[in-house]
């Protein structure tokens, strides 16, 4: 092996912590305080509110190792490239350099022997060609030429490649996009303009020089400050770094396969896809697992759960042997004991989570399975019988082929879209399972159907859920400000009220609502609920000032400051003080990136509209400000 998955990360550490910037931890895969998404998608997206100006605790250039999930591809999971969870490398200015030096430091780390020692003649840079909103970015072509790219390995590519926004709204600009030619033992071609849709061309890094503000209307302001966003898929540099033609064969996955004793050698390419996505899922899900998150029917919960699902249905048709998810679940953590010792430390409880889902799913699965051989009966004459799973060369050899009917007949339309939702809303069976059973006894599903009334259940749930895809850190409405200052003074009167075994487990801000989640192992009673009530709006009726220092770690802690339970601090925090210059008492200092109201006064009068379990010793509070 050329380099190994810890070594690119120190060395992506060391190379920028050389050109002075602060080395940060990876936040959370739960992002804090921010509601626009379920998961931090990217390196960017915890740092949003520096974009935008805030003042960072560790300095304008920071480098970290951001853990990431992405769900939007799920379907693409299994083939080469495509994960739900990776970990992406990246550099940051916050209003300090520019283009000249964020591309000057990539071609360095790209290409210095000390560093990656890539060959040029391998490497290929795409820049924005230009529209209405920005120029041809002639300025960053000029910056690679002046390094030594010849200009035939220079390409102009319009915004759907070379423009980098976070979903809709939120800090954006053009990109400059580095490229590697796989070795697969052709030269990489001259001309980059023509060939960069070739596969083999693989995109390793991205520089995104973030200048715009897009608003909800679509329009693009000017930032206070000129930043850069680059990101560099780690697990993706890593596989063509040495040479291997899919992330799934890099070395981050290697003690997986052994779990799960497939040789892909003598495997279909659908029996490895499948074997992929439970690799793929399983890791993801012992990431998102540590962060806090649990199984359940919404949001992040649900996310989980249907990965978790998808997963063991798979296991269920390759025939995986008794215990796999165990056996896999501790390679995922002795594969990331160094990078993320949370995923050791935490792994009894990720690991007890996990398989108290996969004993609640069995029992599903085997009564599913019963009803869908019921199905199968009624639609057809084709008996099935799922009792036990095919093992994966019975499936290349189908049984129910060498009964001359099926291979033969044209596939029966039987089931329907209706049918296989119904399996899914009560026996949580995916689509694809569904799918997938139906096939082997020669039926088709329409998918139309099931979309359809897919459709119609999510319009239901995102009705319920509609708060969470508005606002967000992205847009700090002057009422979201508001709401983070209100939790604080919640915080501190729930430990005031309940007493110091309080500490924040989660927070979500919209327009509409705060929702907190806090340690606590009882029911508040009404009582306690009416005097946290109080508290907060005597504090408000003071109009206490709210103060933002920026401190050394320990310094903060020795102050008393506290945070989220089980949070990653940086060496420096940003702290926000609350308390009464009268009296000289404080009322609540917490680690916070911020924005918050400068006076309590101008929050409004707060209210508590329910309190309830969100997990076992979690109670959840949500609270309005009128
Ligand atoms: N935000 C960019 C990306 O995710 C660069 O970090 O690709």
Not at 165 to 172: R, V
Request: with cysteine; charged share 25%.
């Amino acid at each position: 092996m050329k380099i190994t998955a810890q070594e690119l990360r120190v060395k992506y550490l060391n190379f920028f912590k050389s050109k002075g910037h602060t080395i940060i931890p990876s936040a959370s895969l739960v992002p804090e305080n921010d509601s626009s998404v379920l998961f931090t998608t990217a390196g960017m997206h915890p740092l949003v509110p520096y974009l935008l100006g805030q003042q960072h605790p560790g300095g304008r250039r920071v480098t970290n190792v951001q853990k990431c999930i992405r769900t939007g591809d799920i379907d693409e999971v299994g083939d080469d490239t495509h994960l739900t969870f990776f970990e992406m490398l990246g550099n940051w200015s916050f209003g300090d350099y520019f283009k000249e030096d964020a591309i000057k430091w990539s071609f360095g780390f790209l290409t210095s022997k000390e560093y990656l020692n890539l060959p040029l003649e391998r490497l290929a840079f795409s820049v924005f060609s230009g529209d209405n909103d920005a120029p041809r970015d002639e300025e960053a072509a000029g910056i690679w030429r002046s390094l030594g790219v010849p200009e035939s390995r220079i390409a102009y590519l319009p915004k759907d490649d070379n423009w980098w926004i976070a979903g809709n709204t939120g800090p954006c600009g053009p990109d400059t996009e580095m490229f590697y030619w796989i070795d697969d033992g052709t030269p990489a071609p001259e001309n980059f303009q023509d060939t960069h849709h070739d596969k083999r061309w693989v995109e390793i890094w991205n520089d995104v020089f973030m200048q715009f503000e897009k608003q909800a209307d679509g329009k693009l302001i000017p930032l206070k400050q000129q930043n850069v966003d680059t990101g560099m898929g780690l697990d993706r540099t890593l596989a063509v770094l040495n040479g291997q033609s899919s992330v799934y064969d890099t070395e981050l996955f290697s003690e997986m396969w052994e779990v799960i004793e497939l040789d892909q050698q003598i495997m279909t390419n659908d029996e490895v896809r499948k074997a992929r996505i439970v690799l793929d899922h399983i890791r993801a899900a012992v990431f998102i697992v540590t962060d806090g998150v649990e199984p359940s029917n919404k949001d992040r919960g649900y996310v989980l759960r249907r990965l978790l699902r998808r997963a063991m249905v798979m296991g269920r048709l390759l025939n995986l042997k008794h215990h796999w998810l165990e056996s896999l679940m501790g390679k995922v953590a002795a594969t990331y004991v160094q990078a993320y010792p949370p995923v050791v430390e935490k792994s009894e409880n990720t690991f007890k989570v996990i398989l108290a889902e996969q004993q609640k799913f069995e029992k599903t699965l085997e009564k599913g399975l019963k009803e869908f051989e019921k199905l199968i009966k009624n639609h057809s004459d084709v008996g099935a019988s799922f009792s036990r799973p095919p093992y994966p060369s019975e499936q290349r050899h189908n049984p129910l082929d060498e009964a001359g009917r099926l291979k033969a007949a044209p596939a029966i339309m039987g089931l329907t879209g209706k049918d296989a939702f119904d399996l899914y809303q009560t026996y949580g069976f995916p689509w694809e399972l569904t799918k997938e059973l139906a096939e082997q006894t020669g039926q088709q599903i329409d998918k139309t159907e099931f979309e359809e009334e897919f459709k119609k259940h999510q319009e239901l749930s995102r009705t319920a859920s509609a708060g969470q895809f508005k606002g967000g850190l992205a847009s700090h409405s002057e009422k979201i400000v508001r709401y983070h200052t209100a939790t604080h003074l919640m915080n501190a009167a729930l430990r005031k009220v309940l007493g110091d075994h309080v500490w924040q487990k989660g927070s979500n801000i919209t327009e509409e609502r705060t929702r907190f989640d806090f340690t606590h192992d009882k029911k508040m009673t009404p009582e306690e609920i009416y005097q946290v009530e109080v508290a907060v709006n005597d504090w408000i009726a003071r109009d206490l000032p709210v103060k933002k220092d920026i401190l050394p770690l320990e310094e903060a802690r020795k102050l008393g400051a506290i945070g989220v339970f089980g949070a990653k601090y940086p060496d420096q925090v940003s702290v926000y003080t609350i308390s009464d210059p009268k009296t000289s008492e404080i009322i609540s200092r917490e680690f916070c990136g911020g924005p918050h109201v400068e006076h309590t006064g101008t929050i409004g009068k707060f209210k508590i509209q329910k309190e309830e379990a969100s997990s076992a010793g979690v109670r959840r509070i949500k609270a309005i400000i009128e």
